[in-house]
């Protein structure tokens, strides 16, 4: 680590600007593969997914609420109504509905699968954007439309094979996961440059954590929060490490090499959780699903270097 810093320090001020982002983008990349992991190891524990994603929610909102009122404080003006309306109804659909389905599903599939299946959001918010804005569909996109899709098939078949049913059930979820988090993108596009990224996320997490905390109020029991030390650890650990250091190692990633270079390293994400998922959870991995996993990154790397 201390070379790899020392050969950083002495590239030129752009280069290490370069260096610093990948890093960032990497770190970001892997937090996130991680929390279908935290989740799947959770279940061992029998936890059912509204419990374990209240744990998530709670032990990220107090961050979250630091980093809304930093915000606030420098904001010029506050939140007009409606601005508060569109971040709550995206919060709602973005990181609570996604959120919800997704560790749903996880309960179905392998955490390779549901990596690969929430990775083809881009060539669906290029579907969501053609359907509803008008734009036209580039021949990039359209490439990356085809083989994302047929590396999700190739996937599927590769679980399918081990839980038949379920696997489909689970599969069906993530992709609910995955068109829901597409659409919070669509719409985030238009308030944040409204009222800023950071700004907007915090409040946006925070809606999400109240809505879960009705939930669990409405379908649970207190005595569900009674659960083995390592649920909360995991819970922590989802909240810690898969959502509010990624978020923002995201962010300062984009601010240094830009989000077309951000995205194509995010296709480390898909990779990484096989890897992970096989190491921690002994997943059977197939070369049914290596292949999958290679058409998915190789569709977004083609979306990802599409110029602008």
Not at 98 to 120: K, M, P, V
Not at 166 to 173: E, M, P, Q
Request: contains cysteine; hydrophobic residues 60%; glycine residues 8%.
């Amino acid at each position: 680590m201390n070379a790899i810093i020392r050969s950083i320090s002495k590239l030129k001020p752009s280069n290490r600007q370069v260096m610093f982002g990948l890093l960032l983008a990497i770190g970001a990349a892997l937090g996130f593969s991680m929390k279908a992991i935290f989740v799947k190891l959770a279940y061992n524990y029998e936890v059912d997914a509204i419990t374990l994603l209240m744990f998530r929610m709670a032990f990220a909102l107090p961050f979250f609420v630091v980093f809304a009122v930093i915000e606030e404080r420098k904001a010029e003006s506050p939140l007009s109504i409606n601005n508060i309306l569109v971040i709550s109804l995206l919060g709602l659909i973005g990181y609570y509905l996604s959120s919800l389905l997704d560790f749903i599903g996880l309960q179905y599939i392998t955490a390779g699968l549901e990596r690969l299946i929430l990775f083809i959001y881009p060539t669906m918010v290029v579907i969501i954007s053609a359907l509803f804005f008008g734009k036209r569909i580039h021949k990039e996109a359209l490439i990356a439309l085809i083989l994302s899709y047929i590396g999700i098939a190739l996937a599927m078949f590769h679980d399918l094979q081990l839980d038949g049913e379920h696997a489909l059930l689970g599969s069906l979820l993530i992709f609910g996961a995955t068109l829901t988090y597409s659409l919070f993108l669509v719409g985030s596009g238009e308030i944040i440059p409204k009222v800023g990224a950071r700004r907007f996320t915090s409040y946006a997490m925070i809606v999400s954590c109240l809505a879960v905390f009705i939930q669990f109020a409405l379908v649970r029991d207190l005595s569900d929060l009674v659960q083995p030390m390592a649920v909360y650890g995991y819970g922590f650990a989802m909240a810690l490490f898969s959502t509010v250091i990624p978020a923002f190692l995201l962010a300062a990633a984009i601010h240094r090499i830009g989000a077309g270079s951000t995205s194509i390293i995010g296709g480390l994400g898909p990779v990484a959780t096989i890897a992970m998922a096989a190491v921690m959870l002994n997943e059977p991995v197939s070369v049914m699903q290596i292949v999958g996993a290679l058409f998915v990154i190789g569709g977004i790397l083609v979306l990802g270097m599409k110029k602008p």
